[in-house]
T-cell receptor
C-alpha cells in the first residue's frame, strides 16, 4: 500500500532533549516536506526537499533541522526542543515535475508536546 | 499564490449533495485550484484540482466559473465520513516553489444523519 509513515505518532518530552521524528514514503517520490499545524494558524511549511541531499527552508524553519540521505526518508530533528514547538506535525510527499504540481500525500501526523 | 475565501462552516444532510464554495478573485491565468480535506487531525487528503475546466473524479466534482474567480466543490452524496475541514488552495502548477501548499482556515463541513 502506498503510504507515508511517521514515527512516533505521539511524543511527550522535556525542554532541551534532542528528538527526531521519522518520515518514510514507499512511493519513490522526489519531493518531501514537513508541516506543523497549530490552532488558528493552519498548516505551515517547515522544510522541504526536492531530492536526495537537496533541502530548503519553508516558512517556519527556526529550531528545526532536516536531512535527506535517502530518497524514502526525511527525518525532522529538534536539537533543543522548546514548549513553542508543541504542535501537530505532518510529513508529505509527492512526485516532482517542473511542468505541473502533483497532489501531495500526507502522513498520519505526530503530536508533540514539549514541557 | 492567490488568496482564497471560504465560509467557516457548513452543514449538510447525509445523502444530499454538499456544495462548498471558494472565492479566488485574484487568481492568475497559470494558477490551479486544489481541494484538500482533513478529517479530525488526520493528515490532509487530496480531493481534486482543476485549471479552468470542470473536473470529476471518484470523490467529488469541481466546478470553476468561466471567469475563474470562484469555484465549488461538490460531494454528490455526502456521508457522515465526509465530515471534515475542506481547504481550497490556489497555486501555480509546477515551477520552483511548486511543492508548498498554503492552507487557510478552510470550511468545516458537518454532515448530519
Amino acid at each position: 500500500e502506498a503510504q507515508v509513515t511517521q514515527n512516533p505518532r505521539y511524543l511527550i518530552t522535556v525542554t532541551g532533549k534532542k528528538l527526531t521524528v521519522t518520515c518514510s514514503q514507499n512511493m519513490n517520490h522526489e519531493y518531501m516536506s514537513w508541516y506543523r499545524q497549530d490552532p488558528g494558524l493552519g498548516l505551515r511549511q517547515i522544510y522541504y526537499s526536492m531530492n536526495v541531499e537537496v533541502t530548503d527552508k519553508g516558512d517556519v524553519p527556526e529550531g528545526y533541522k532536516v536531512s535527506r540521505k535517502e530518497k524514502r526518508n526525511f527525518p525532522l530533528i529538534l536539537e533543543s526542543p522548546s514548549p513553542n514547538q508543541t504542535s501537530l506535525y505532518f510529513c508529505a510527499s509527492s512526485p516532482l515535475a517542473v511542468s505541473r504540481t502533483y497532489e501531495q500525500y500526507f502522513g498520519p501526523g505526530t503530536r508533540l508536546t514539549v514541557t | 499564490d492567490a488568496k482564497t475565501t471560504q465560509p467557516p462552516s457548513m452543514d449538510c444532510a447525509e445523502g444530499r449533495a454538499a456544495n462548498l464554495p471558494c472565492n479566488h478573485s485574484t487568481i492568475s491565468g497559470n494558477e490551479y485550484v486544489y481541494w484538500y480535506r482533513q478529517i479530525h487531525s488526520q493528515g490532509p487528503q487530496y480531493i481534486i484540482h482543476g485549471l479552468k475546466n470542470n473536473e470529476t473524479n471518484e470523490m467529488a466534482s469541481l466546478i470553476i466559473t468561466e471567469d475563474r474567480k470562484s469555484s465549488t466543490l461538490i460531494l454528490p452524496h455526502a456521508t457522515l465520513r465526509d465530515t471534515a475541514v475542506y481547504y481550497c488552495i490556489v497555486r501555480v502548477g509546477g515551477g520552483t516553489s511548486y511543492g508548498k501548499l498554503t492552507f487557510g482556515q478552510g470550511t468545516i463541513l458537518t454532515v448530519h444523519p
